[in-house]
């Protein structure tokens, strides 16, 4: 398939302005000023937009609350707090083709009479923090961002707010919480942050992979761009590899492409023709699959039918070198190290798996700690604030589901038959 | 109406309100930890899991709204599961300390793992250890205990507004800090101990010294600091107050208190509390039996009546001691003696500004309800800072400004700081041109209501054009447009003004002023007051020209009244006023002074020179519950009951009164009965048994309390009028003199700090509140300090025309550059000791603030 988001990306100039508007930036934008706002939104809506951060909703749909909200102003938020682990897909956007995610905000704040928008880029961006200001400058002197935009009567204005390295600040309530200065924790819904967000005004928060598709949706009309991919959920979408691939990176693929095609086909198999051990398809808080049960579509609506999810669509692969247990272990104390402490089972329950986890892959494990885990995993399952234990909780639950003997094998023989933890 | 079946029970409901309230307004508790009725909604602990039918997952009752037709169920054995899950959690962490703990017994925790479980501990690492914090004063920490409920965040940033402490750090490493230590704002109001629902945060007040159960006696009673009047549960045990706790639901102050309410009550039982009267022999003051005494005071009082009549006498009465104390005293001296020479300190500024403010709007125009400021739409504050004055009632401006209230003040007030106050900065010299502009411009904006012709003849000689505002006034003309748009936009506008305004220069032209404002934009009026039964005392008589139920004297139509009632005859003269009486006893013409609950030697300014008046007399008697500065000077030394150990009514500010019990039983006296017993002596039975019995002759005899009972005080809400009579005379002349301006622009000048901690005699034995303000400082802004080479904690010499006093310097930004701040709290240390005062022709007010200062180094190490 033809790249369309990426479309650009080899230029080694592609982050300056000139040469986004020479590859065809810029156009939509325009047009889009042309439209009627309910329009756009209605275009959306055909395209079967839907929101590439993780949770997959629609993005006419969350729109549309939005606009019908009568409070003013509206803000339009961009979540570039990119930080669940193997996720790197909004990466060489921020830093690429900034000007793409600025055209499509710029489209989607006419669309949403939006007239303020903000990116809020995790910390750990400091590259992408410097292209997007001056990306944004360089569209506020091309008059693509401002009081009068294109001289329309339009007004957007656009500016970026750092992270202080806080992935639960990736949830769009925390996010908000962040960005108004607090500590940045969920909050309680509802209301909803489309009629009440940030500064308690209606708020409309997208990834930077969702908006940057408006300004193709734009040029060639939702109808169109429905026929990309799958056709519940259409459109391009990228997919970020890593791990034991031949060739891991960014793949910009339609919707639904077959998991087993993105690791074998577009990514050159497993590397250095090792056996495929286990593959988390979409970040990791969505459940690992076992090597027999990758043959699915990576969309929002097959992956959960083949016991996983799409999430961020962040494929991390593991040949046979890999001790399981150390990596259920690791996403734990990520999971600990970023549970926000709001609420009971995770800021507790996270520190106790990682710690029960830590023990088995160190060989003191002890008869019935399986069990334990999966008692405390299903302790906090459903039982927490927002959705971070529950992304912890379905780690382990779903590691030993398929890897059980693994876990068992580390607790009899009193050591990991991998490697050590240390090593 | 929404209808909801919890449990299978039918609750109706008139609004939506949470599950778990509406639970709780059928009967049904469901467990919370982080939840609170005072707090904003966390759904944090996640204990209040409830079924929802057609919902998938459960909910927390804390944070779902209910909806019509919902149907919930809050005990079911996966709920009870999850409960159990969520407290193991809880305790995996949590130290098993408690028969260590000082909450167990009431902790809900402990409660909640009794009923839900967990019995063992499948939790095999280390515990989270956090070690016992005793760096603050007052509170004690042990944070391994805390179950992160962030009630104690919740209230400090949401509800006192102090925003002292937070949520530090994430996840499992979080924690709640700083606490004080001076780091942060803390105003050890203590109300995170009320909502924290473990041994996480405690009052150290009473660390291991009782068991919850054992307290057996909890008496409810109203705190003896403040003119707010909140309501205090002290908790007993071997009649010792073991902790004071408000009561949620209940009172002005509705689960809330402040510093001085919460930890200062260890004066009650205090070892250095007076236990038998003292008489002055041979030079000393020695221990005498009370009949002794009591005849001694009863034999001096007849010996100068009869050699220089009764007016040589004077009595000064105690906006400490309860409504039917201060009855009694002015009944005494109105009867017995024959004088109507009474006053007290509320004559320092209460006294006449009220006077001032009454003649303007009518009687009981200052009486109106505090948590009332919350709901107004602006507030405008002079004269002071209510959030350490009346601390309650400064949350009450708080919590305005939260609901998108306006908060205007004139001068920088520095408990309001946080709440984006519309501020006019203000020196004492530019403060009247900045109030006469206000008054200008609203008269401009809102045009003259029409309603009362001599006060608005005196707004409309005013001349003061806001034009050069910036040149005389200080301030910028758009911050100003700004605060006069704001008021004059206002439709339910509060003025709060506080004694700093009457006690300045030009106080009382500056409180017609204030009143002007009043006028124009139809606010309510708070007069602020420290003392906790000021107008209390002045509604019983306690003033030289005022009778019971505010009478004026000087009427013959209302004495005869009294004379009916109290079967004797009045006197028609105005007595002397409290600085009268300092005049009169240093010219020799006043001969005896009976000082009840008070320390005049202390809390008058000029203090010297108030010692030596004092001394000029034949005959002092001094009588409260310790040895003062007055006691040491006097002939005699009666002392009485105090304050939890005596039953009475107290007026709070709002004039509601307000039951005062008895939580500790003490060998002594009640003021009342003590002067009783000299009243008998000197012929004038007064046969009451109990203060009931006082106060259903105030019920009969004055008219703004008729027919109240102690019963009907009991049930609440006795708020003013009563069922009385307050007098609605039209206005008289509004008196707009001015006095002349001590001090120049440019100078330093001395100003009072009234803070937060203190309150004089109480305060000062109250170990607590003296641990969190130690000694007596002095405040400047960093410019001021700057200028004089003066750093923070060096020593400063303060000299006025006085003397000099040397304090430890403390640097303060909120301080105005031209001002040095000290108090009038610490013993020997007391600002006025060097402060003079002339008083104001308006409201009789010593105008204190702003004499010039000269700064130096001090030169004690």
Redesign the interface.
């Known amino acids: 398939m033809e790249k369309i988001l990426l479309r650009n990306i080899e230029n080694p100039e592609s982050a300056h302005i000139g040469e986004y508007m020479k590859a065809g930036g810029f156009r939509s934008l325009p047009k889009a000023l042309e439209m009627e706002r309910k329009d756009i939104i209605e275009e959306v809506k055909k395209a079967g937009l839907r929101g590439r951060g993780g949770a997959g909703f629609p993005v006419a749909m969350k729109w549309t609350f939005a606009s019908a909200d009568p409070k003013f102003p509206k803000y339009l938020l961009c979540n570039a707090d990119e930080g669940e682990p193997g996720t790197f897909k909004d990466r060489p956007i921020l830093e690429k083709i900034p000007h793409l995610l600025i055209e499509g905000m710029a489209i989607s704040g006419y669309a949403l009479s939006a007239e303020y928008g903000y990116i809020y880029l995790r910390g750990e961006y400091p590259a992408a923090k410097d292209i997007l200001d001056r990306a944004i400058g360089q569209a506020y002197e091309k008059n693509f961002l401002g009081d009068n935009i294109l001289g329309k009567g339009i007004r957007f204005h656009l500016s970026v707010h750092q992270g202080a390295g806080?992935y639960?600040c990736g949830e769009e309530t925390a996010l908000i919480e962040s960005l108004e200065g607090d500590?940045g924790q969920p909050r309680?819904k509802p209301p909803f942050p489309v009629n009440v967000g940030v500064f308690a005004k209606p708020t409309v928060v997208n990834n930077v992979e969702t908006l940057s598709n408006l300004p193709y949706i734009v040029e060639v009309g939702g109808e169109a761009y429905s026929k990309i991919g799958s056709p519940d959920c259409p459109g391009p979408k990228i997919y970020c590899v890593s791990g034991h691939v031949e060739k891991p990176g960014v793949y910009e693929l339609p919707m639904g492409t077959n998991l087993k095609d993105i690791i074998f086909t577009h990514c050159g198999g497993i590397k250095g023709g090792k056996k495929l051990k286990a593959v988390i398809p979409g970040g990791i808080s969505t459940p690992v699959l076992p090597p027999d049960k990758i043959d699915c579509p990576m969309d929002f609506v097959n992956m959960p039918k083949h016991g996983s999810m799409l999430g961020s669509g962040a494929v991390i692969v593991m040949d046979e070198t890999v001790c399981l247990v150390k990596v259920c272990y690791r996403a734990l104390k990520f999971f600990?190290?970023?549970?926000?402490?709001?609420?009971?089972?995770?800021?507790?329950?996270?520190?106790?798996l990682r710690?029960i986890l830590g023990r088995i892959e160190n060989g003191e494990g002890e008869a019935g700690d399986v069990d334990?885990l999966l008692?405390v995993s299903s302790?906090i399952l459903?039982?927490?604030?927002c959705p971070l234990g529950d992304g912890a909780a379905s780690v382990v639950q779903n590691f030993i589901k398929h890897f059980r003997q693994e876990f068992e094998v580390h607790i009899s023989s009193k050591t990991c038959p991998v490697q050590g933890l240390n090593a | 109406m929404i209808a909801v079946n919890i449990n299978g029970k039918e609750v109706k409901l008139e609004k939506a309100v949470t599950v778990l309230e509406a639970a709780k307004s059928a009967g049904i508790i469901i467990p919370t930890l982080c939840s609170h009725v005072l707090l904003e909604k966390y759904g944090g602990c996640r204990l209040c899991v409830v079924e929802v039918e057609k919902m998938p997952r459960l909910q927390t009752a804390c944070t779902l709204m209910v909806t019509d037709g919902i149907v919930v169920r809050t005990e079911t054995d996966a709920i009870a599961d999850v409960r159990r899950g969520i407290l193991e959690f809880l305790l995996i962490n949590h130290p098993l300390d408690c028969p260590y703990c000082d909450k167990a017994g009431e902790c809900t925790l402990q409660d909640l793992v009794e009923k839900y479980g967990p019995t063992t501990s499948r939790f095999r690492e280390e515990k989270r250890k956090v070690p016992e914090s005793l760096e603050d004063p007052v509170l004690v920490r042990n944070m391994e205990r805390c179950v992160m409920c962030t009630r104690c965040v919740r209230m400090c940033d949401g509800v006192q507004g102090a925003s002292a402490i937070a949520v530090i750090s994430r996840g499992g490493h979080s924690h709640i800090e700083p606490f004080s230590g001076g780091k942060f704002n803390c105003e050890y109001c203590g109300n995170c101990v009320t909502v924290c629902p473990v041994g996480a945060i405690m009052s150290r007040l009473h660390r291991h010294s009782y068991r919850p159960w054992q307290l057996v006696s909890e008496t409810e009673t109203i705190c003896p600091y403040c003119g707010v009047g909140c309501t205090l549960v002290a908790q007993v045990r071997d009649d010792v107050i073991k902790r004071v706790v408000p009561r949620i639901g209940t009172g002005v102050n509705n689960g809330l208190l402040c510093s001085r309410g919460r930890f200062g009550y260890e004066f009650v039982g205090h070892e250095e509390r007076l236990t038998t009267p003292l008489l002055r022999k041979n030079g000393d003051l020695e221990p005498a039996s009370w009949d002794e005494a009591i005849s001694f005071v009863a034999g001096k009082l007849k010996e100068i009546k009869d050699s220089h009549g009764a007016d040589a006498l004077a009595g000064i009465a105690s906006p400490r001691c309860t409504n039917e104390d201060n009855y009694v005293f002015q009944k005494f001296f109105r009867m017995a003696i024959g004088t109507n020479n009474i006053d007290s300190t509320a004559r320092l500024g209460f006294a006449g500004a009220q006077k001032y403010i009454e003649n303007i709007f009518g009687q009981g125009s200052t009486a109106n309800l505090i948590p009332g400021l919350a709901n107004a739409d602006s507030v405008v504050v002079v004269g002071g800072d209510p959030t350490a004055i009346n601390p309650v009632l400064g949350l009450q401006i708080r919590a305005c400004a939260r609901k998108g209230g306006a908060v205007l003040t004139v001068g920088h007030v520095k408990g309001l700081r946080y709440f984006t106050p519309l501020e006019m900065p203000s020196s004492p010299h530019m403060e009247t041109a900045l109030l006469e502009c206000i008054v200008s411009a609203l008269r401009e904006k809102k045009g003259l209501p029409g309603s009362n012709s001599v006060l608005e003849g005196k707004i409309k000689d005013l001349n003061s054009s806001p034009d050069d505002i910036e040149k005389t006034c200080g301030v910028q003309e758009k911050d100003f447009s700004r605060f006069t748009d704001v008021l004059a936009g206002s439709s339910t506008p509060a003025v709060v003004i506080g004694k700093g305004l009457v006690q300045s220069a030009e106080g009382g032209y500056k409180l017609f002023l204030a009143c002007a404002i009043n006028y124009l934009i139809n606010g309510r009026i708070y007069l602020l007051t420290e003392r906790a039964n000021e107008q209390g005392l002045l509604d019983m008589g306690c003033a030289p020209d005022l009778l019971p139920g505010g009478r004026p004297v000087s009427y013959a139509e209302f004495r005869k009244r009294y004379e009916t009632a109290w079967k004797g005859e009045i006197s028609e003269k105005s007595g002397l006023t409290l600085f009268e009486m300092i005049e009169a006893a240093e010219n020799g013409s006043l001969k005896g002074l009976y000082v009840m609950g008070e320390n005049p030697v202390f809390n008058m300014p000029n203090s010297n020179r108030v010692e030596n008046a004092l001394r000029n007399t034949d005959l002092l008697i001094v009588q409260d519950i310790f040895l003062t500065e007055t006691g040491k000077i006097a002939d005699v030394v009666l002392p009485a009951l105090g304050w939890a150990e005596k039953e009475g009514t107290f007026t709070n500010m709002e004039r509601r009164l307000q039951r005062l019990r008895k939580a500790v039983r003490r060998d002594g006296k009640d003021d009342w009965k003590i002067i009783a017993g000299i009243s008998d002596l000197l012929g004038m039975r007064m046969n009451y048994t109990s203060a009931e019995e006082i106060f259903a002759e105030i019920s009969r005899v004055s008219p703004i309390h008729r027919d109240l009972t102690y019963e009907e005080i009991e049930k609440g809400n006795v708020i003013y009028p009563y069922k009385g009579e307050p007098l609605r005379g039209t206005p008289g002349e509004i008196m707009t003199h001015r006095s002349e301006v001590s001090g120049e622009a440019g100078k330093l000048l001395l100003r009072l700090e009234r803070p937060l901690f203190h309150s004089g005699t109480l305060s000062r034995h109250a170990d607590a509140l003296t641990n969190i303000y130690p000694e007596a400082v002095a405040r400047m802004h960093p410019d001021t300090a700057g200028r004089f080479s003066l750093s923070e904690g060096g020593r400063v010499r303060l000299s006025t025309s006085l003397g000099f006093l040397e304090l430890p310097l403390v640097i303060d930004e909120s301080v105005g550059i031209s001002d040095v701040l000290v108090t009038n709290n610490f013993e020997g240390k007391g600002a006025f000791s060097v402060m003079d005062y002339t008083l104001d022709p308006v409201t009789g007010a010593p105008m204190i603030e702003g004499m010039e200062v000269q700064i130096e180094k001090g030169v004690t190490a």
């Not at chain 1, 600990?336 to 106790?352: A, N, Y």
Request: charged residues 30%; aromatic residues 6%; hydrophobic residues 20%.
């Open positions: 806080a639960i500590k309680i600990e190290h970023e549970s926000c402490g709001k609420c009971t089972p995770c800021r507790e329950g996270t520190g106790w710690k334990l008692s302790n459903g039982k927490t604030f």
